[in-house]
């Protein structure tokens, strides 16, 4: 990801009364902004994704190598983003972040031709209303939340492999147990990037990272929302017949 610094080392909000409302009112634009973002992706792929879901193409597109494109691409939007940020204009950062919410809609459609449409709504508005807690309580919380940034971020390498591994072993068991595990990681995650995202304020207000900055909140907290999101669905989706 971008070159960000641990919550643990925040510079210190201003301490007089109208520097201090000052802070305040900049960070709860700043927030509002990579929560506009992050929630305006998740609608975006929503909606690519219901459409593509809908259309003729899916079926097609799916059997053909395509498939892989469509697959991979969010995985190469990710690695642009969080290694080229520094050296991306805010602008060009925006318009690859709404790439990227639109090729993620692609890659996901396939969920509406597994899951009934009935047990995919339930489970984003539990994964919604989950997302809500979890990040409020990362914002407002006064505990420090940088020591267990190393350990779900490990937690998701591992899962990842596990996954790997398991498309060969086609282990119910398995795939039940990285379900269960990914739903607490990407739990853990939003609340540790919610206070990682709020401690950068400090650092970028005024400057010209503050629009990047945004955008790669808004990115984490999306990619947090949208794996709780499918680690609920594959425990609780009800498949079709």
Known sequence: MANWTDPQATVSAPSSVGARADYDAGLRSYMLS????????VLLTGIVALLFANSSFIVPVLQSPARWLIMLAPLAFVMVLSFGINRLATSTAQMLFWAFSVVMGL???SIFLVYTGTSIAQTFFATAGAFAGLSLWGYTTKRDLS???TFLIMGVFGILIASLINIFLQSSAM???ISVIGVLLF??????????????????AGTDMMGKTVIMGALNLYLDFINMFMFLLQLFGGRRN
Do not use: C, E, H, P
């Open 175 to 177: 795939a039940f147990a």
């Open 187 to 204: 739990a853990g995650l939003t609340a540790y990037d919610t206070q990682r995202i709020k401690s950068m304020y400090s650092y970028v």
């Open 147 to 149: 020591g267990f940034g």
């Open 107 to 109: 890659s996901m459609a």
């Open 34 to 41: 990579v929560y506009n973002y992050m929630a305006s992706g």
